[in-house]
């Protein structure tokens, strides 16, 4: 993207965004966002520049090759507004499976020092079998973590049910042992919005949020991209847009957990008419879910002074209960736990 097309769209998004008060977040997706470090640098000038008066928040996901000298202490710098997460899937030899061989060129002590250390991690099949040791590995270090079950890639072994479901398990013995440790995002799923009136905000591309592509085309979401949309998990043409994307298929809409599950309508919208992957990615969910309500519930009644229930209330906590207990009546994860 040139400079000129990101400013414009700047100001359109500051303009659409209302009030001076209201917080604009600007994600700068890659590939690596930092091989295009000078023009990230001119843009945030630009903002600091031109909107210094409104409230913003940059972000960027990187794997961390190239942050390093001048980028540091640029990202130290201008740390008020620009947040940066780490691509990280835990030991250097899983990690260097998925991101060619790039833990070396990291520095871990920069990261480990930012004011949030997060780490985001992308589960893949050769290394979901170490999916608990990774997650411990990184928790140990100190850092948040967000872990996606990645796209793309053939899920298809029988076998791979069964051991998202016993590494999972492995974990919520570890943070029931460690009331410190937060869980990572995987075992954090909204339970307390199951059969309650508690609600989770779903993804609705357009409506509060926009991507634009490197050409300054606007996109429903950044999934849609000639960049991400590519390959077998393509979205159709006639999904582009991302409308009324709710569900895998029928049967969702009569699921215990439909209010919790499929937030993502680019991925629903990719892997929907694959037979195969759209039942994985429904088995999976049934097992994240179940290990949820399992795991949550004996937080309550074993750990009920466990970080995860800081700033939670009363009312958040019994709807937590009586949504794990409901799950785990309704939910068929179709695996031993």
């Known amino acids: 993207m040139d400079l000129e097309t990101a400013c414009k769209e700047i100001d359109k998004a500051f303009a659409e ?9 600007i994600l700068l997706m890659g ?30 996901v990187t794997n961390g090759t190239m942050v390093h000298g001048e980028i540091q202490d640029w990202l130290l710098a201008n740390s008020d507004i620009f947040k940066v997460e780490l691509s990280l899937d835990g030991f250097e030899a899983d990690h260097n499976k998925f991101r060619s061989n790039s833990y070396s060129q990291i520095d871990f002590s920069f990261f480990s020092n930012l004011s949030k250390s997060v780490v985001s991690t992308v589960i893949i099949p050769e290394t979901l079998g170490k999916l608990s040791g990774n997650i411990i590995f990184l928790s140990e270090k100190g850092y948040t ?34 009331p410190q440790k937060y869980p990572f995002n995987l075992l954090s799923l909204a339970t307390y919005c199951v059969d309650s009136s508690f609600s989770l905000p779903k993804c609705s591309p357009g409506f509060s949020s926009k991507a634009v592509a490197a050409d300054g085309s606007e996109l429903a979401c950044h999934r849609c991209s000639a ?17 009324e994307i709710e569900y895998l298929n029928d049967a969702c809409k009569n699921c215990c957990v439909k209010d919790i599950c499929n ?17 994985m990615s429904c088995r999976f969910s049934k097992i994240l879910f179940y290990a949820n309500a399992y795991f949550h519930i004996r937080l309550l009644t074993e750990c009920p002074d466990h970080i995860f229930f800081k700033n939670r209330d009363t009312k958040q906590k019994r709807a937590m209960l009586n949504g794990s207990q409901y799950i785990l009546k309704h939910l068929n994860p179709e695996v031993a736990f």
């Open 145 to 178: 973590i967000k872990s996606v079950i990645a796209d793309g890639v053939d899920w298809s072994a029988e076998a791979n049910a069964e051991v998202l479901a016993k590494q999972l398990m492995l974990l919520i013995e570890y943070y029931l042992k460690h």
């Open 17 to 25: 965004n209302g009030e001076t008060d209201n917080e604009l977040n």
């Open 263 to 279: 937030t993502c309508p680019a991925s629903i919208a990719s892997v929907r008419n694959h037979k195969e992957q759209s039942e």
């Open 31 to 60: 590939g690596e966002p930092f091989i295009e470090f000078y023009l990230i640098r001119q843009i945030v000038d630009y903002v600091r520049s031109d909107y210094k008066n409104r409230k913003v928040v940059f972000k960027a």
């Open 227 to 243: 960049y991400y949309n590519t390959g077998e998990w393509k979205i159709p043409a006639e999904d582009i847009d991302l409308k």
